[in-house]
């Protein structure tokens, strides 16, 4: 699969099929991710693979209070589109994958002086080449955003300048869907392009001959 199909057709997956991803598919997907750029080389990344039921039923348990406090923000029909979708699949995907980041790797990192996050951003960085690299070898990921890291924390054990950055459910899909989930139901529309593209200054447009429309 070639770069841009990749990108294109990368899906949050909910619904996975129980096969266990090959061992060496799982290498070499988490070559890619450890093979994302990172300011001054830190490589602040760990990747906490995650089989056993026990624990993913405590966070299965913890994301069902969380996602009940989320629905509360809703009212009406929103709130029962909320309460319909499936944002997880915790105790269906065969593995699940933890990407931490560990803020005191590296002591005094090249380029981070100024911007002491850029930590958290490379992690975020190998999160995205994970996620292609296993779109391209077929394998599924979601991305479980509704928990509460410090109980996260504690029940991986995470030492104290260690933080969790992205909670993944990982597996082969039952499907990759044409859209995204929340484009499909009507939840939110993708934005335009232009959109979001300034010339120079924030909220200054690009000239049609720029954009390539003119």
């Given at each position: 699969m070639e770069l841009y199909e990749a990108i294109y057709s990368r899906r949050d997956i909910r619904r996975f099929r129980p096969d266990p991803v090959d061992s060496d598919v799982l290498r070499r997907i988490l070559d890619a991710a450890h093979h994302a750029g990172s300011v001054g080389f830190m490589q602040p990344w760990n990747f906490i693979l995650i089989r056993e039921i026990d624990t993913r039923r405590r966070v299965k348990a913890m994301f069902e209070r969380e996602n009940a406090r989320g629905a509360e923000n809703y009212s009406g029909e929103r709130r029962a589109l909320y309460e319909s979708l499936k944002l997880e699949g915790i105790l269906e995907a065969p593995l699940n994958v933890c990407v931490t980041c560990d803020r005191a790797r590296g002591g005094a990192v090249l380029g981070r002086n100024t911007i002491q996050d850029t930590d958290i951003f490379s992690s975020c960085l190998a999160v995205q080449n994970l996620w292609l690299a296993a779109r391209a070898e077929?394998?599924?990921?979601?991305?479980?955003?509704?928990?509460?890291?410090?109980?996260?924390?504690?029940?991986?054990?995470?030492?104290?300048?260690?933080?969790?950055?992205?909670?993944?459910?990982?597996?082969?899909?039952?499907?990759?869907?044409?859209?995204?989930?929340?484009?499909?139901?009507?939840?939110?529309?993708?934005?335009?392009?232009?959109?979001?593209?300034?010339?120079?200054?924030?909220?200054?447009?690009?000239?049609?001959?720029?954009?390539?429309?003119?």
């Open positions: 077929g394998v599924g990921v979601g991305w479980v955003s509704i928990l509460d890291n410090r109980e996260l924390s504690k029940i991986l054990e995470l030492p104290e300048p260690v933080v969790p950055v992205a909670y993944l459910c990982m597996g082969y899909p039952e499907e990759f869907a044409g859209a995204p989930l929340l484009e499909s139901v009507g939840w939110r529309r993708r934005v335009p392009l232009e959109e979001v593209v300034f010339d120079e200054r924030f909220g200054r447009r690009l000239a049609e001959e720029k954009t390539g429309n003119g």
